[in-house]
């Protein structure tokens, strides 16, 4: 069967709970529904009054774990065209379940005596079985407390129901409301005690968008975390990745480091604990390899509960850490996790040539971000035959080792391989195969060695890395340049086979893929071409309300991906990183310094930045027209300075 669709759900979200409904608040089946640990808790909830479904009219979003639907109720009340009585909805999200509060209105000059009955049922399924949509019609009454399937889920009515089971009989005095609470929560699970501060970046520019954009992915990254003990990280996406993993929680948390290192050094302690020990070809662990993704074991589907079939994260878990520091996450901290990262370097020494991967019968087709089946092709449509060594895997690499050379060199530890002679040859063996006649790098080499020569947005991902010369670096530009959208970077050109703008990876637009591209043409000096991508990625922000999908096509409109997750940790996250590269941020906490080089002319006009994390601090900066950078307030001890040695103002 096929994947439900979301595009025109409101989703509430605070993780590890979601809550999906369309606009009319009703809960009927298909990815409706209350969701807590990847369990459904909650598939039916249908209000009727004296047996009628209210009209939707309006509903609004108030927060990530917010909405409010308005309804009226014709044929109640006065007679009439103007509708006179409503029934507004107030949805809350916590982590263990969420409240609806209902509230009946009536504005006639009639007392109003109705029947308000809720019916509410739960069918207890899994996360994976609803998003492959192979659901059995077994929905269970919900009316007080349900234990089944090992689950113990609670409804709770204040005032109680009077009429029956979740019914009640009311009378509405005119110009009056009678408000009802319903309370639902799975007990089950160990209840979250750990109270979570929200984050307090913010920035005013004279392009408005950019307020909206960071203010939204502000609030939906604080409602995705989730904690792992003490630790906290990124879950990855509602609803269908609302769990730890490793690629996407890696890049969420770098992204985000604007707003402080807590959830990156959160994030590496958590993928450390799971760091691979073992070779288990079920499971693709291997020794020193960081995860995929970490589901409940009464929620796994078809991969295992801890999967390992990722070939990107160990890498993009040594240069995390490295970011982590340079931004101010404490020395023991990460000393901590040193071995860690010599283990995970060790796995990226155990490879033969190229970090490359193959896939299993069991798991993913492919293993880089771009995991779907037909995710990785040939210009002419040829899908990609392993094993697959990724262009911006061995871009990840190279940075890694560069990274991992520099935090054992500053804590003082012997490296058992030169990481900056690895990384070097690492890079002429790129530049040797990776190059197509046309001027870009292959988006991989298959397991005959041939390039996959399809021109994708892989290659954005090596801006920035130090893997590529000035030269290739202006070429890979370009082409990225050929790729973007009105609305932001496609996954693939237009002049593949396989172009398809509603496709998962084949022509659509990834803003987390966007912002990384972004952040190389940043720090290779491609100013220009950055500006455009932020102008995009504002126009794809105000049509999506601000909440960026996890993918959308970006050709016309832009167009919502039916099945997208919103909001998605790493799309939320393109805000931060957007203040990264509008200052031209350079952090580097341990040489005591921040150095700004903010982009010129400025494509969001003049803004200020505070609550800017850095350090255990907040920095507060302004950027004027002409680029005059002006320090308000930071945290003591650092240096602020422009790109050419000055102070900044």
């Given amino acids: 069967m096929a994947q439900p669709y979301l595009h025109e759900h409101v989703t509430c979200v605070a993780a590890p709970a979601t809550w999906l409904s369309g606009p009319s608040g009703q809960l009927r089946g298909g990815a409706d529904g209350l969701y807590v640990d990847d369990r459904r808790v909650l598939s039916r909830l249908v209000v009727t009054v004296d047996g009628a479904e209210p009209v939707p009219v309006q509903v609004l979003r108030t927060g990530a774990a917010s909405a409010r639907f308005t309804a009226v109720l014709p044929g109640l009340g006065d007679d009439g065209p103007d509708p006179t009585v409503t029934l507004e909805r107030h949805r809350v999200t916590g982590p263990r379940g969420g409240t609806e509060t209902l509230t009946l209105a009536n504005v006639s000059h009639v007392t109003l005596t109705v029947d308000v009955a809720v019916a509410a049922g739960t069918d207890f399924a899994t996360m994976g079985a609803v998003k492959d949509g192979i659901l059995e019609e077994s929905t269970v009454d919900l009316t007080g407390v349900l234990e089944e399937a090992g689950m113990r889920v609670a409804v709770e009515a204040t005032p109680a129901p009077d009429a029956g089971p979740l019914r009640w009989r009311v009378t509405v005095e005119p110009r009056s409301s009678w408000t009802l609470e319903l309370r639902f929560t799975r007990t089950d699970a160990a209840p979250i005690t750990q109270v979570l501060e929200g984050s307090r970046l913010r920035v005013t520019a004279d392009d408005r968008r950019l307020d909206g954009l960071v203010r939204t992915g502000v609030e939906d990254l604080d409602a995705l975390r989730h904690s792992d003990g003490e630790d906290v990280y990124y879950a990855a996406g509602s609803p269908w990745y609302l769990t730890l993993f490793g690629r996407d929680s890696l890049w969420a948390a770098r992204l985000a480091l604007p707003l402080g290192t807590d959830v990156a050094a959160g994030t590496l302690r958590a993928l450390a604990r799971r760091q691979g020990v073992n070779h288990d070809p079920d499971t693709d662990e291997e020794p020193g390899k960081i995860l995929h993704e970490v589901r409940p074991a009464d929620a796994a589907h078809w991969l295992p509960p801890v999967y390992y079939g990722t070939v990107d994260a160990t890498a993009l878990f040594v240069s995390t850490a490295a970011d982590a520091y340079r931004w101010g996450m404490p020395a023991a901290q990460l000393e901590a996790l040193l071995p860690n990262v010599e283990r995970a370097l060790g796995w990226l020494a155990r490879h033969d040539g190229f970090i490359a991967y193959q896939s299993n019968t ?76 046309g001027g870009y790098p292959a988006v991989a080499l298959d397991g005959d060695g041939e390039q996959v020569d399809s021109i994708t947005s892989n290659i954005g991902h090596l801006l920035g890395t130090g893997l590529l010369s000035p030269a290739e670096s202006a070429q890979v530009a370009g082409h990225v340049a050929g790729l973007r959208s009105p609305f932001g970077i496609r996954t693939i050109a237009p002049s593949s086979a396989g172009y398809n703008v509603l496709s998962y990876h084949l022509g659509s637009v990834w803003p987390h893929d966007t912002a990384i591209a972004l952040l190389g043409l940043v720090r290779d000096g491609h100013r220009q071409e950055a500006s455009a991508v932020i102008r995009a990625l504002l126009d794809a922000a105000a049509r999506f309300d601000f909440r960026l999908p996890e993918l959308f096509a970006g050709d016309d409109g832009p167009t919502p991906y039916p099945a997208s997750c919103r909001p998605q940790a790493w799309a939320a996250a393109v805000g931060p990183a957007l203040l990264t590269a509008l200052l031209g941020l350079d952090v580097d906490v341990p040489a005591g310094r921040i150095t700004f080089e903010p982009l010129m002319p400025s494509p969001v006009g003049a803004f200020r930045v505070s609550g800017l994390r850095v350090a255990g601090g907040d920095l507060d900066v302004s950027v004027s027209t002409d680029g005059r950078v002006t320090v308000h307030s930071g945290p003591d001890g650092l240096a602020y300075l422009m790109a050419d040695g000055s102070r900044a103002g």
């Fill in 362 to 437: 069991k798991g993913l087709a492919n293993h880089g971000w771009k995991d779907s089946g037909d995710g990785v092709q040939h210009a002419d449509g040829r899908i990609a035959k392993g094993p697959l060594a990724l262009c911006e895997v061995q871009a990840y690499a190279y940075r890694a080792a560069v990274d991992g050379a520099w935090l054992l060199s500053s804590f003082g530890r012997a490296a058992a391989v030169d990481w900056r002679g690895w990384a070097d040859g690492l890079a002429a063996r790129f530049r040797s195969a990776f190059w197509c006649p």
